[in-house]
């Protein structure tokens, strides 16, 4: 069975010539096809990947009509086309890391349509690699989504996948190019939640920071699934932190735990906000909710979870507001006590994420 079935990696790429191959390395030895999808390329990015992928190199072209779900969507179509039983995805700023894990053992020993990894730094988790044909279709022009919940999903343990930082020019013409698309797709469906999120993180990491607000809060107040809607109220919390209008920062930590109880990190950021306020014991409360739903002392690796993560906030953070907030209020022992929690927390994730 795992003789028998056939793996294609799929690459998206424009003009990629510094980053494609190692992308490639880090899948083609033990894929049968490297599908390389070219969106437009006019330098050498398809000569090296070649180069790299040697008689596994397949190409198909697909005109850039600034989709990136219809992109991927054409590329799960010539991954099936070719014969291949599942598909997995790298992008050419991505490297994938087996970390010593059979990936074609698991896809074979699976019933699942689509395995998720986790980023090498464990903040999230992202579909990586679907059944053929696929049996749902990637939506969303950026920011693109599949829903891996109606075709079942695991998450791969051990592997993860790199993602190559971008330099502050790269990322900000990332962000207004999705800006712009953003702005298009919320107005023509503005009563999907998960593109006021995206529009919210944008705007935020274009220093927009009052409009992201208002994203996150038109998100928040569509009620999508829980988790969504807890984490776009953490988001506003963190941009009206930033206005420094920490009472209405703590309102939208309260509104997101009220929406799912399990996200420590709301509970982090109020003690945060309320220690800014000078509200000592409120900070205090806070965090030692945070600390019960976290993963040094509290229980948060029970709660189900695939979006984005604040490991600080789930490791050390609750203790560092603790530490100064019972000193301010006199209590050394206790301070001391959230000193050493603190440090060992921190160490704690230190280990899970690498170092970083």
Not at 25 to 54: E, K, M, N
Not at 150 to 170: D, M, Q, R, W, Y
Not at 234 to 253: G, H, M, V
Request: proline share 3%.
């Amino acid at each position: 069975m795992v003789d028998k079935m056939k793996i294609a990696s799929t690459t998206l790429t424009g003009n990629s010539s510094g980053v494609i191959a190692d992308a490639l390395r880090s899948v083609v030895d033990w894929v049968d096809y490297c599908l390389v999808i070219d969106t437009g390329v006019t330098d050498d990015s398809l000569d090296i990947a070649r180069s790299v992928a040697g008689n596994k190199y397949v190409s198909r072209s697909f005109a850039w009509i600034q989709d990136f779900a219809a992109a991927r969507n054409f590329a799960l179509d010539a991954a099936a086309e070719l014969g291949a039983d599942w598909a997995i995805t790298v992008d050419t700023d991505e490297r994938i890391d087996r970390r010593g894990i059979d990936l074609r053992a698991v896809m074979a020993s699976t019933t699942a349509g689509v395995l998720m990894m986790p980023s090498s730094d464990g903040t999230y988790a992202k579909e990586r690699c679907f059944r053929l044909p696929a049996g749902q279709r990637f939506s969303g022009p950026t920011h693109e989504s599949f829903p891996a919940y109606a075709v079942g999903s695991i998450t791969i343990e051990g592997a993860c996948f790199h993602e190559l930082g971008k330099s502050p020019e790269a990322l900000r013409r990332k962000f207004e190019r999705d800006l712009q698309i953003l702005q298009r797709h919320v107005r023509a469906h503005p009563r999907d939640p998960r593109w006021q999120f995206y529009l919210g993180e944008t705007l935020k990491n274009l220093g927009r920071t009052a409009e992201a607000v208002v994203a996150y809060d038109a998100c928040a107040a569509l009620r999508g699934w829980n988790e969504e809607s807890a984490w776009a109220c953490y988001r506003a919390a963190e941009c009206l932190s930033k206005l420094q209008r920490f009472r209405d920062a703590i309102d939208r930590c309260a509104t997101g735990l009220a929406r799912h109880a399990g996200i420590a990190e709301l509970a982090w950021l109020a003690g945060f906000c309320a220690y800014q306020l000078g509200d000592f014991a409120q900070a205090v409360y806070w965090s030692r909710i945070a600390v019960t739903q976290g993963l040094y002392l509290g229980t948060g690796a029970a709660v189900p979870r695939i979006g984005f993560r604040n490991l600080d906030a789930l490791y050390e953070g609750p203790f560092d507001v603790l530490r100064f907030a019972l000193l301010k209020q006199g209590d050394v022992a206790g301070a001391s006590a959230a000193e050493a929690d603190y440090a060992r927390a921190r160490e704690a994730r230190l280990a899970r994420s690498g170092g970083t």
